[in-house]
């Protein structure tokens, strides 16, 4: 089992910045690649970004040079830093783990990117 824990979400406005960090407990040495994804209301969760164990990453187009996913395994924490975010980046954003062959999610944080 692994426990997945956000933090970080808030309101901002247009153009600021806001770093999620996505802290894993439980059986964290079967974890594999963990990424964040988003759900904005009346739409379906999509990848924002993905790391895998060696450390390799990926994007959403929309997000490419502005978002920046890091992982420090000695602290169990992912990281997602924001910047020149826009209003629709508004979203809850889930932090997310495959290990095991399962695939676990923390409870989500809100981002609200507004003026």
């Known amino acids: 089992q692994v426990q997945l824990v956000e933090s970080g979400g808030g309101l901002v406005q247009p153009g600021g910045s806001l770093r999620l960090s996505c802290v894993a407990s439980?059986?964290?040495?079967?974890?594999?690649?963990m990424g964040w994804y988003r759900q904005a209301p009346g739409k379906q969760r999509e990848l924002v970004a993905g790391?895998?164990?060696?450390?390799?990453?990926n994007y959403a187009d929309s997000v490419k040079g502005r978002f920046t996913i890091s992982r420090v395994y000695g602290k169990n924490t992912v990281y997602l830093q924001m910047n020149s975010l826009k209003p629709e980046d508004t979203a809850v954003y889930y932090c997310?783990?495959?290990?095991?062959?399962?695939?676990?999610w923390g409870q989500g944080t809100q981002v609200t990117v507004s003026s």
């Open positions: 997310n783990a495959d290990a095991s062959s399962l695939r676990y």
């Open positions: 439980g059986s964290i040495f079967s974890i594999n690649d």
């Open positions: 790391i895998t164990r060696g450390g390799s990453t």
